[in-house]
């Protein structure tokens, strides 16, 4: 476009760099995502296809984004590491809806998702972001789940569930849902205690994953999963798992967490063990 007397707007468009050697966080969260469940019928206090939905948005992220190289996820929110991401969360978010929601639940207006990106100097403050994230789902699920209990089978009005749990702490709301209610609140799917993690994990060449001496982790199991080394490639060529290797293995890609498959996980971030057990995310 050849320069005109309207170019000079151009010049508005101010650089907007991020500070180098910084890791990234964007989290995405829906907007007004209160009116959106109730207008969509989502079952409370948690509706898994809703958090289903948003966990194959998440994916999708990953599969354009390469650089991405971890998410997590709660209720209408999701965090994480570089951009491009609020348009293709959302746009993936309509696109699977039909495939996640059943067939009577229609989309009833445009959802949206609001962005924010935030700079952490180092891997303290990148950890600590999702453990606040983590405690976060942990005291919120707590929360909704007793409150829910309260409204739906102890026959409350929410004005008056929300006055039973004014200044009750974990323990008190534990105790509600146990002695009230006949539920153990550990014993609740880890999706919805722990929230959605997202990352790759490295692909076996196939002569060695039917001979795995691990299970496999399948992308819908919600079980304290995390057996980094059963996906260790450097195990088919290790005498010591007993591996016979009769055709030579397939060249193998080195793993460095932007490759890989895209997994869902429900693990306790608030431990370390997740980043020991995968030192290439923070490298
Ligand atoms: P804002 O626009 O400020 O983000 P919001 O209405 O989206 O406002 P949030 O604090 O983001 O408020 O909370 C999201 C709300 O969306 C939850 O409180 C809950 O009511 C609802 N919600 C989101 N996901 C689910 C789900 N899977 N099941 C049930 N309810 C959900
Ligand atoms: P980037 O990701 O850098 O923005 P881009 O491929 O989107 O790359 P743009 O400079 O944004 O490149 O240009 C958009 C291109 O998309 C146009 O050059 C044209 O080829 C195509 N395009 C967009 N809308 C239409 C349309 N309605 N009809 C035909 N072509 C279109
Ligand atoms: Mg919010
Ligand atoms: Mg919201
Ligand atoms: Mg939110």
């Not at 948003?54 to 994480?80: I, L, N, T």
């Not at 207006?109 to 453990?131: L, T």
């Not at 009750?168 to 722990?194: A, H, M, W």
Request: aromatic fraction near 12%; glycine fraction near 6%.
């Amino acid at each position: 476009m050849a320069n005109s007397r309207f170019q000079y707007v151009r010049s508005f468009e101010l650089a907007d760099n991020l500070l180098p050697s910084t890791y990234l966080v964007v989290r995405v969260d829906g907007k007004g995502f209160h009116r959106f469940a109730d207008a969509h019928g989502f079952a409370k206090p948690n509706d898994k296809t809703a958090l289903d939905l948003m966990d194959r948005a998440a994916k999708r992220v990953m599969e354009e984004v390469p650089d991405v190289v971890v998410g997590f996820g709660e209720s209408d929110e999701y965090s994480k590491i570089v951009t491009l991401i609020v348009s293709c969360f959302t746009s993936a978010y309509v696109f699977y809806w039909t495939q996640y929601m059943p067939k009577d639940r229609i989309l009833q207006y445009p959802p949206i998702f609001d962005g924010r990106i935030v700079q952490y100097p180092s891997e303290k403050e990148v950890k600590d972001y999702f453990k606040w994230r983590a405690v976060d789902t942990h005291i919120n699920n707590l929360y909704n789940t007793t409150f829910w209990a309260l409204v739906l089978q102890g026959g409350q009005t929410t004005t008056q569930a929300n006055e039973t749990l004014s200044g009750t702490v974990s323990g008190d709301k534990n105790e509600i849902l146990f002695s009230q209610f006949g539920i153990n609140y550990s014993s609740l799917p880890e999706q919805f205690r722990r929230g959605s993690t997202v990352v790759r994990k490295e692909v076996l060449p196939e002569n060695t994953i039917n001979q795995s001496p691990m299970p496999e982790q399948s992308e819908n199991d919600s079980s304290e999963l995390v057996t980094p080394h059963a996906e260790d490639p450097r195990k088919a060529s290790n005498p010591l798992f007993g591996h016979k290797q009769k055709k030579k293995p397939r060249p193998v890609v080195p793993f460095d967490g932007t490759n890989g498959e895209i997994v869902v996980l429900h693990v306790d971030m608030v431990k370390d063990d997740f980043w020991n057990e995968r030192p290439w995310l923070l490298r």
